[in-house]
């Protein structure tokens, strides 16, 4: 049983680059098509797509000279303890190239986005 399906998300991509996979298949739900998005957007991951049974997703992963694009993913909040950040206090990452993930009111954004339109939330994770 699956207790946290954004957690599974992350953590499969992760094992899919730590396996060197062309693509993976993740469930589907409409807060993983929106971290998906993101992560698409800043370069992680490539393509996404919804499969016929619309219960997965296939997406396809990247690599920069066969070095993966996702190295390791720190998670935050869990199911037990989630955590919350207003604007002013949201942390920076590992690198200037991580990806702190939060889940705002506005819908899920990176710390970046979230900084810049003063928004706070949960922090999901951070992918670097």
């Not at 619309?54 to 998670?75: A, E, F, G, H, W």
Request: proline share 2%; hydrophobic share 40%.
């Amino acid at each position: 049983m699956i207790n946290s399906l954004i957690i599974d998300f992350l953590i499969r991509i992760k094992n899919g680059y730590m396996a060197t996979r062309k693509t993976i298949e993740v469930v589907n739900s409409k807060y993983c098509v929106a971290v998906a998005a993101l992560m698409k957007r800043y370069g992680y991951i490539g393509e996404c797509s919804i499969n016929e049974d619309k219960k997965t997703m296939t997406i396809s992963l990247l690599y920069d000279n066969d070095q993966p694009r996702v190295t390791n993913v720190k998670i935050f909040s869990k199911p037990g303890r989630h955590i919350y950040e207003k604007a002013s206090s949201i942390p920076w990452g590992q690198s200037k190239n991580s990806l702190i993930i939060i889940s705002t009111s506005s819908g899920v954004m990176s710390q970046k986005e979230a900084v810049k339109n003063k928004i706070g939330g949960e922090l999901i994770a951070e992918i670097y």
